[in-house]
């Protein structure tokens, strides 16, 4: 760039002074040390995942026993494990896991999800329900229908069991 300075031409420099300079790299660092640690703290991913885990087992559950006419209990063996059964003689009998539920995800028979963490629990005073035949949802201690709840790691999931609807809020 030129610049006239009277009857002298001078050549000013283009650029960033040394202090713009400083400045942007003290800003990036202070944004950084703000953003990093939230990439190495997993707690809300894996209870994020947990969560989805149980709403799927839920639907799933649902859906199996609309498509197979057969009963199909959601229990909670512990804090941190959701369980699919279906009963041994389809309508009537036990839950005894005699007749496993299928597994799409590790293609086997026992359907079965665990939480990622011990800190990411699941709990309901509802469960174990199950799944009629036609997609209603029952709470095994009543033998009534119902709207329940499921919690995981905070977070509510809803089930309708009129029309066993599974949903996340």
Do not use: W
Request: proline fraction near 5%; glycine fraction near 10%.
């Amino acid at each position: 760039m030129f610049s006239y300075n009277g009857s002298q031409q001078t050549k000013e420099k283009a650029g960033f002074t040394f202090i713009e300079l400083i400045i942007v790299v003290a800003i990036i660092a202070i944004l950084g040390l703000a953003v990093i640690p939230k990439f190495f703290t997993v707690g809300p991913f894996q209870q994020r995942v947990f969560y989805d885990s149980v709403l799927n087992a839920l639907q799933y559950a649902q859906k199996v026993a609309v498509a197979t006419g057969c009963h199909i209990e959601v229990s909670l063996p512990n804090a941190t494990t959701i369980t699919l059964k279906q009963r041994d003689g389809c309508r009537s009998g036990n839950f005894n896991n005699t007749v496993p539920v299928f597994d799409p995800l590790s293609n086997a028979a026992g359907y079965t999800r665990a939480s990622p963490s011990s800190s990411v629990t699941v709990s309901s005073s509802d469960l174990p329900i199950y799944f009629d035949g036609i997609g209603e949802c029952i709470k095994e201690s009543t033998g009534l229908p119902g709207n329940y709840a499921v919690t995981v790691g905070g977070q509510l999931i809803n089930i309708s069991c009129t029309t066993g609807y599974s949903y996340g809020t």
